[in-house]
Each structure stands twice: as structure tokens, then as C-alpha cells.
């Protein structure tokens, strides 16, 4: 343990030196008697331990009309919309995430507990949170693992980046998303390690939420490979728009589909209890479900981008 504190100590010594003093990096290793190489590998430790951060401070454009009127029209606490039709998508997405993290930053409360699901959106205002190991906060998945998509943004990685930045523990629901039948749901959710989470996971005073899209060129359950396009044609004909932590619902926010039965996450009036739902999503193929969402009531917060918001306005006065 000893060597592990001199460590740290000598990390932190390197990067304020550098960070804080303004040392060149040859100044630093003659100061700790080392190479000018190995001080360059100090301070790369340093920030991949959490001992540095760095953050870049660019202005965010908004659009504060537009955020009054999707509070006042959906009944939100907070509406945070990216004004900028100039950046491609990820750069909307990154900035999307940014300002959720800045309002789950404002949120969060010491020792409280922060339910997640999954997906790009999540992974943006992942990406985006201070280091706040002071907080003391944990993590707990509200829905199963994809298990085929890229694992930084499924759920058990996101549940574990997050609880390392908020200085708490996370606890992962040891279960796919997606099971073959409704009975095979029912057995998992009997298990008492999966009930204990999803237990765990209603009692969070904070969730973080993605919204997908049954739309095919940006549907997950497509994409992942447990929806085919016959059967995500047939969900679309059923009426089914989008999805949130797992569950495909209708235009109305209704999720009374079939599909989700064979879902292992929480139930959507559990979600609905959490006293600060946050979703992060942007891009038009989803403004039909960001739509289906708020009509839902399943949020309270919500973070987009001006030309998706500007879509699902015009899409809430035409249905």
C-alpha cells in the first residue's frame, strides 16, 4: 500500500509541476531525477488515474426560446438544446452530452444513487462528467447488457466509467436485455442477483436514459442483430416508434408491444417514479420516439440538438 501512496504522491508531484508551475518537462525530470521520457509517461498515468483533468471550456451555443417551449409544451424541469446546424452529427452528440453532464453535475447529490441504461447518448454525457470522486455516488444498471454492440456504450462499461468518476460503487444487472420468450424473462427476473439490482435500481433518485428509433437506419435492435428487418418492420406496423431502456413504445408513449416481454430492465412506471429522468438524444431519425418520450411522461429532462427539437415540434403539432 505504501508503494502505491509513494506512487501517487509522485504523480501527483509531476503533474502539478507541469500542469499547475509551468515546469517544462525536462525542468521536471531533473527536479525528480529521472528521464524527460518517463516524465512523459508520469503525467499520461496521471490522467488515465484521474489525477488530471483536462477540459476544454468551448462555448456551447443554446437555444433558449426553443428550451421554454419544450418545458411549457412537455412539462419538462429542464430542456437543454444545442443550437448549432453548422457541426456534423457526432459534434452535435458531444456537445448534446455536455450539457447533460452539466445538469446532472447540478442534480447530483452526495451519496445518492444514479440508475443508466446504455447507448451513444449516455455514452456523450459519460464522456463529458467532471471527475467528482467526492461525491461518493453509485451506479446500478436498470437494464441488461446488448452484448453485441461496441462495449463503451453498453451498459455494464457505462455503469463502471461513471461510478469511477462520481467516486462510488456500480453494480451490474448480470443478464442480456433480450431473451428468446417471455418465460425465459420471467426466470431471470426470479434470480435473485437480477431482482436485487432492478430493486436497487427503482430506489435511484437520478436516472440517465437513451432514446432509440424503430426508424431502420438508426434502429439498435437492428443494428445489434436482435431485431431483423422483417421483425422491426412488423414492430413499426404495430405502431411501435422508438425505445427507451429496452422498451418499445407508440407514438402516445404507450409500450403495450409484445416485444417487451422478452425485456429484462425495469418496468416503465418504475422508471416513471425516479424523481430526475434524464435523456439524452439527438438526430431526426429519432424524433418521432423523443416525441413518443415526452408524450410518455417518462422524463423530466431532456437534451438534444435545435434541428432535431425543431422536428419534433412540427411532428407534435401535425399528430
Known sequence: MAQADNREDLLTRVASLYYEYDYSQEEIARKVKTSRSNVSRLLKEAKQKGLVEIRIHRRIPTAPEMEQ???RRFGLDQAMIVDDRESDYTERLAAVGQLAAWYLEEILRKDTLLAISWGTGVASAVNAMSHKPELHIDVVQMIGSFGTVVSEIDGPELARRLADKLGGGYYYLHAPLFVDSSTTRDALLDQPTIADVLDRARTA???LVGIGTTEPEASSFLRSGHLTREQLDNLREQGAI????GKHFAIDGSFDFD???RVIAMDMEDLKRIPHVVAVACGLPKRL???G???GGYVNALA?????????LEEASKT
Open 259 to 261: 416485444i417487451n416481454n
Open 304 to 312: 438534444t440538438d435545435s434541428i432535431t427539437a425543431a422536428a419534433i
Open 289 to 291: 420516439s423523443i416525441l
Open 293 to 295: 418520450v415526452l408524450r
Open 242 to 245: 422508438g425505445e427507451t431502456s
Open 205 to 207: 433518485q437520478v436516472a
Open 69 to 71: 417551449e419544450f418545458k
